[in-house]
């Protein structure tokens, strides 16, 4: 009896997050609408918040499965870096065909993945330490591949990845929009999202419920590999060019993301939805400090003050809501006496 | 006996697995160029390292507690644009800006260490939180601006006391306080003790919460002194100041051998770790291998550092 109360209590904590951050959406995107009269077109929304949200939208999918499992990548954004400059070398410099550039961007990424991977499961290396390795030589090797030149003036066909839209629906929107449904899926309602979950609350209990630990991990690193390769390419396809500060900072502005959407560090637990919706809120408070002058600089502060503020209120409110509930089964008690 | 002797050497080795690399890569890089080891590559390789060093050192305390800091790189970065900031543009006198940099770079390592222990949230979140509302605030004040370092910092950066260079002479005297503080005192021990078992310290009478705030203040208070010597040794500073050792400095730490689970590490280690890491690229730079990679090659040595590690460890 009282174990199903506690069930639904920590439930409705978590759905409780996941409110938040729409409520937070909705709020920044009320507010902006009446700051400005630009956000009220729908054409605005579009092509300044959703199409430049794809990009951390993408990678947020992944980092939400590695969260859960409480696992950390830092690497994304050099694999970004590194998958898109060799795969756009593929068609630009090497005359390969352009789905083949892209396939072998993507290949990296995994490989990418794959290498961490390896580091973490198998020499029990931490993750945080792994990342920052690979994060380095990530984009070490992309300095030295791309010789320190812009590359500009992709083909058409390529950049349309970026630019494009489906019936006014930015391209790139649509795909994240794509691997947000299939990461829901995942997620949800497959063991991969189980079990990362079941990971993260206690790695030595999954592992002696016949959890396939490492093979399960394994999997959620070469994911966020795949979905950084996909959020690279993407970008040059957007900014026609492949520039060696491609994806720097994306592994903070993605984590960030997940922490906003309600995905505990601690794993454990996550939300697909919250981790889209984190990425969403990002750019629209990117969107929303230039509208009112502000020094985008300080949408650094803000998203720190955010993510900070809305844990503690959290944690305060699970310690409230333990109290009461402790007093009353205290009260509870006493009375049968 | 003679197995007792072996497992001597084991124990050695276990413990200064790390001062091997080092002298393994120092001998490698002397094959590799004449100049290595001359004594000026040896002066320039002492005082490069040194910043290294001191935030390594730093971390450390966090890391050995069980915890870990990444807003310590825009701890680093505030203090070396306030620092130079207020003198050159607001009027301040330099030890007031210093004073008040410090000031802030302790508040904000108290509000890590009060921020964790309060609400009991994870050491990475919030310290990837106060380090995005620092670096924010910091280069929305510096903007594009260069300042260039006041006559102290310059100073402790890049002058010699009696031919030895005062950034070496302070870099020891920090090292050898840390020793000292993790040794000596009990503060070290509650660290230890806390980083192996936290449950265990907090029922063994160590007050984990208040020691949990001093490790931080300890760490950001380390990062104020590297930011000195930093921008005394470069003589200006951007906006980007400090960014490059968020993740260098706790790399350096474990590369060295402190772990990052905790109750495991030492002063020596945050030495060795940046060393190692300088001679790469120092090396690498006498050779004439270009930039990018070196990175890649930094890249690497953490790794091969950490695996050694693992192994050695599963090997336990």
């Known amino acids: 009896m009282n174990q199903s109360k506690n069930g639904k209590i920590s439930s409705f904590f978590r759905r409780a997050a996941q409110l938040r951050i729409l409520f937070l959406v909705f709020v920044l995107f009320i507010a902006l609408s009446i700051l400005s009269p630009t956000f009220r077109k729908l054409e605005f929304i579009l092509e300044n918040v959703l199409r430049p949200a794809s990009i951390i939208g993408i990678l947020s999918l992944g980092m939400t499965f590695i969260l859960a499992s409480k696992g950390l990548d830092l690497s994304v954004g050099s694999i970004a870096a590194l998958s898109s400059s060799v795969g756009v070398m593929a068609f630009y410099k090497y005359d390969y065909p352009i789905w083949l550039g892209i396939v072998i961007g993507v290949l990296i990424g995994i490989l990418f993945g794959l290498f961490n991977a390896f580091f973490i499961t198998k020499l029990r290396v931490a993750p945080f330490i792994v990342t920052i390795a690979t994060l380095s030589i990530g984009r070490g090797l992309t300095l030295v591949l791309s010789g320190n ?36 899926y995942l997620f949800n309602h497959t063991r991969l999202g189980k079990y990362a979950c079941a990971i993260g609350s206690n790695e030595t209990a999954a592992r002696v419920a016949g959890i396939q630990v490492d093979r399960y991990k394994t999997f959620y690193y070469i994911f966020i590999g795949f979905l950084s390769a996909l959020a690279g390419l993407i970008f040059s396809a957007r900014a026609n060019m492949v520039a060696i500060t491609t994806g720097m900072g994306y592994e903070l502005d993605a984590i960030a993301s997940v922490i906003l959407g309600g995905t505990s560090m601690a794993g454990g637990g996550g939300s697909i939805t919250g981790s889209f919706l984190g990425a969403i809120m990002l750019m629209l408070l990117d969107n929303g400090l230039q509208l009112l002058g502000i020094n985008t600089f300080l949408q650094k502060t803000i998203v720190g003050m955010i993510i900070i503020i809305g844990l503690a209120y959290a944690a305060w409110q699970d310690e409230q809501a333990r109290k009461s509930a402790r007093k009353k089964m205290t009260e509870k008690v006493l009375s049968n006496q | 006996m003679k197995s007792k002797k072996i497992n001597k050497f084991r124990e050695f080795a276990g413990n200064n697995g790390m001062i091997l690399v080092l002298i393994v890569l120092m001998g490698f890089m002397s094959l590799l160029s004449d100049k290595f080891l001359s004594t000026s590559n040896l002066v320039n390789l002492a005082i490069q390292n040194c910043t290294v060093a001191v935030v390594a050192m730093g971390i450390s305390f966090v890391l050995i507690s069980g915890g870990i800091d990444l807003s310590l790189g825009s701890i680093v970065g505030m203090v070396a644009i306030l620092t130079c900031g207020l003198t050159e543009y607001n009027g301040w006198q330099e030890w ?7 000031i802030l770079a302790l508040g904000v390592g108290a509000l890590n260490g009060w921020i964790i222990t309060r609400f009991k949230i994870e050491p990475v979140v919030v310290t990837l939180g106060t380090w995005y509302i620092v670096q924010g605030l910091v280069q929305n004040y510096i903007l594009s601006r260069v300042p260039t370092a006041p006559p102290f910092t310059s100073f402790l950066g890049s002058e010699s006391v009696f031919g030895i260079p005062v950034i070496v002479i302070v870099t020891v005297l920090l090292i050898l306080a840390a020793h000292l503080i993790l040794k000596r005192t009990v503060l070290g021990q509650w660290a230890y003790a806390m980083g192996s078992n936290p449950a265990a310290a907090r029922l063994s009478g160590v007050p984990v919460n208040k020691a949990r705030i001093i490790f931080f203040m300890l760490s950001a208070f380390y990062g104020f002194a590297c ?21 260098l400095a706790p790399a350096a730490a474990v590369v060295g051998g402190t772990s990052l689970f905790g109750g495991r590490g030492r002063a020596l280690n945050a030495v060795i770790g940046a060393l190692i890491m300088g001679v790469i690229a120092n090396g690498l730079n006498l050779t004439r291998v270009s930039f990018f990679w070196q990175q890649v090659a930094v890249g690497a040595a953490i790794l091969i550092a950490v695996t050694i590690d693992a192994l050695q460890r599963r090997r336990d």
Do not use: E, K
């Not at chain 1, 066909?157 to 929107?173: H, L, M």
């Not at chain 2, 007031?96 to 410090?102: E, K, N, P, R």
């Open chain 1, 149 to 184: 030149l812009f590359t500009y003036g992709l083909p058409d066909s390529f950049r349309d990845i970026g630019r494009g839209s489906f019936f006014s629906i930015p391209t790139p929107f649509l795909i994240t929009l794509l691997l947000y449904g299939v990461s829901y």
């Open chain 2, 227 to 247: 930011a000195l010597l930093m921008t005394g040794r470069i003589h200006a500073v951007d906006a980007s100041a400090g960014s490059g050792l968020v993740f």
């Open chain 2, 96 to 102: 007031q800006s210093i004073l008040f940099s410090l």
